[in-house]
């Protein structure tokens, strides 16, 4: 069972990039699917998170700027980021709710059991 992070680089203050997980092993569609991040020196956050059915939840940081999205067809989960800040600069990591058919917001680590490995995303200014 595997997440693969992909999408990161490099881009100016206002720029826009598309991160992608793809999973392989099991199917993920019925789990909530989660977008988290990691600055030096800082604790791992949360950004993102889309339950089975759709649902959609996000740290106040990148609401309005951030869309989470999913392909079950591609067990894919997707991270469209737009007018980026410096302060989004951090390694991205895609995980997986360890339970299935969960709904609602959830925004602790603990709650996710199966985690990719990260994508560098640098804004700079």
């Known amino acids: 069972v595997q997440l693969v992070a992909s999408g990161g680089g490099l881009v100016q203050t206002g720029g826009s990039l598309r991160l992608s997980c793809a999973g392989s092993?099991?199917?993920?569609?019925?789990?909530?699917m989660g977008w988290f991040r990691q600055a030096p020196g800082k604790e791992r956050e949360f950004v993102a998170r889309?339950?089975?059915?759709?649902?959609?939840y996000y740290a106040d940081s990148v609401k309005g700027r951030f869309a989470i999205s999913r392909d079950n067809a591609k067990n894919t989960v997707y991270l469209q980021m737009n007018n980026l800040k410096p302060e989004d600069t951090a390694v991205y990591y895609c995980?997986?709710?360890?339970?299935?058919?969960?709904?609602?917001?959830?925004?602790?680590?603990?709650?996710?059991?199966?985690w990719g490995q990260g994508t560098q995303v640098t804004v700079s200014s």
């Open positions: 889309i339950t089975w059915v759709g649902n959609t």
């Open positions: 092993g099991r199917t993920f569609r019925f789990n909530a």
């Open positions: 995980a997986a709710d360890t339970r299935q058919f969960s709904s609602g917001s959830s925004s602790s680590t603990k709650e996710y059991g199966y």
